[in-house]
């Protein structure tokens, strides 16, 4: 029996068609390339719309950007992306300051360089363990499994009831405001276009616990794994090849 076919391919981007903050290959792109011939693609991301433009060297595509916060539509005339939507969430600085301080006490991060806590225009934060200005050596050998930052995952989450909180970069927790997460974001895309979750295949590498991807993985979108992007081309074959 033959599946559905997908109406709409929605990507990661970091890890997942490109290395991180690393520009789009062109086997990777060639691959984006057929599958606008067969559905209509979307990218839902964690970062602005036009980092995310740009990176992908001004692929057309429409973009989610900041968990849902920014989005995005590709405008074929111009060749260029246009701002279709850009929240912004007022912040309680002097509550989060506290929150992020008892939290660097609790669990024995209280010396670090720069600041506290990394604040976006958005109203996302980045609570960074070593802080903001720690050297990027000493944030890449930090917690490259994980452990050390899930192990209190659920203290963080618990203290930041209205952020939704992901375990991000190398060595912080990233936490964009509720509802926002890659799932509310592409629930709303889908249905503005009339889109059933059953017809969308989503591509993700940071579906593991507390990962950026993961909202979507635990849902009823139809979920692809990747876990290194020069695979990217090989995944989506069965589509690339019908
Ligand atoms: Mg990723």
Known sequence: MKSVSPKLFA????????????????????????????????????????????QMGHFPINIIGNYGMQT??????????EITANMKVPVERDSVEHRVTELRKRYGYTEFKGDNVEYHSSGCITFPLL????????????????????AFLSEVKKLFPEYTVFVGGSSSFD?????????YALSRYCAERGILHSEVVFVGDDYGEGGNDESVYLSDFGFLKIDNYLDFPEIMKKYTEE
């Open 72 to 81: 995005a539509v590709y405008n074929s005339t111009v060749k260029d992306i």
């Open 131 to 150: 802080g903001t200005k720690a050297d990027q050596k000493d944030k890449l050998v930090f917690d490259p499994d994980r452990k050390k930052r899930r």
């Open 11 to 54: 990507f990661d981007l970091d890890g997942t068609l490109t290395q991180h903050k690393t520009p789009l290959s062109k086997e990777n792109r060639a691959v984006l390339q057929k599958l606008s011939k067969k559905a209509q693609l979307c990218m839902v991301g964690a970062g602005m719309c036009r980092r995310i433009f740009d």
């Open 175 to 183: 936490m964009a405001p509720k509802p926002y997460n890659k799932y």
